[in-house]
T-cell receptor, first 113, second 112 residues
Framework: QKEVEQNSGPLSVPEGAIASLNCTYSDRGSQSFFWYRQYSGKSPELIMSIYSNGDKEDGRFTAQLNKASQYVSLLIRDSQPSDSATYLCAVKPMNTGFQKLVFGTGTRLLVSP | NAGVTQTPKFQVLKTGQSMTLQCAQDMNHNSMYWYRQDPGMGLRLIYYSASEGTTDKGEVPNGYNVSRLNKREFSLRLESAAPSQTSVYFC???????????FGPGTRLTVL
């Protein structure tokens, strides 16, 4: 079992719809969770971080964390073609003793006009 | 602030050649990282440096060496490049006690 798993996609949604991206992780003691966006040919950029169970909203983005079920999700409301990118889920496992992150392989999102 | 910078942006090597990838950050971060990204494999940690003067192996260190030259700079060296090292290499940094990592623009390396 991979430490961080994501569906590779592509996830296709029409403009204006809600895109839902999911991620599961194996280390039950993980405490920190991140969503990065990566445009083709570019570097990852942080969208959101979440540390507590529940929802965290930032503009059109909402991160959801459920530690009991070991999943974290990212909702993008009113999706725009400019949201088309690969979204990377990253988790800081409890036992690393350092700020090492484990990344999923990413989900490719395509938003059609 | 330039953030995290990397040089070169692109590089083509022949098998057996050596080269050094350079990384620098101007955010006064203590910790720095080197990743490689391959299709279907995601980001994999090669080496990291918790602070100036320390380096440790990550998930895929074989074939690489690193130097933490000072607080700002962290270089990655390929002593004898192999085709399996064809990849996109990213450098990242993070603040003390912070989990968020900030990435450089990447180096696209092709080994023929």
């Amino acid at each position: 079992q991979k430490e961080v798993e994501q569906n590779s996609g592509p996830l296709s949604v029409p403009e204006g719809a809600i895109a839902s991206l999911n991620c599961t992780y194996s280390d039950r003691g993980s405490q920190s969770f991140f969503w990065y966006r990566q445009y083709s040919g570019k570097s990852p950029e942080l969208i959101m971080s979440i540390y507590s169970n529940g929802d965290k909203e930032d503009g059109r983005f909402t991160a959801q964390l459920n530690k009991a079920s070991q999943y974290v999700s990212l909702l993008i409301r009113d999706s725009q073609p400019s949201d088309s990118a690969t979204y990377l889920c990253a988790v800081k496992p409890m036992n690393t003793g350092f700020q090492k992150l484990v990344f999923g392989t990413g989900t490719r999102l395509l938003v059609s006009p | 602030n330039a953030g995290v910078t990397q040089t070169p942006k692109f590089q083509v090597l022949k098998t057996g050649q050596s080269m050094t990838l350079q990384c620098a950050q101007d955010m006064n971060h203590n910790s720095m990282y080197w990743y490689r990204q391959d299709p279907g494999m995601g980001l994999r940690l090669i080496y990291y440096s918790a602070s100036e003067g320390t380096t440790d192996k990550g998930e895929v260190p074989n074939g690489y060496n690193v130097s933490r030259l000072n607080k700002r700079e962290f270089s990655l060296r390929l002593e004898s490049a192999a085709p399996s090292q064809t990849s996109v290499y990213f450098c990242a940094s993070s603040a003390p006690h912070g989990d968020t990592q900030y990435f450089g623009p990447g180096t696209r390396l092709t080994v023929l």
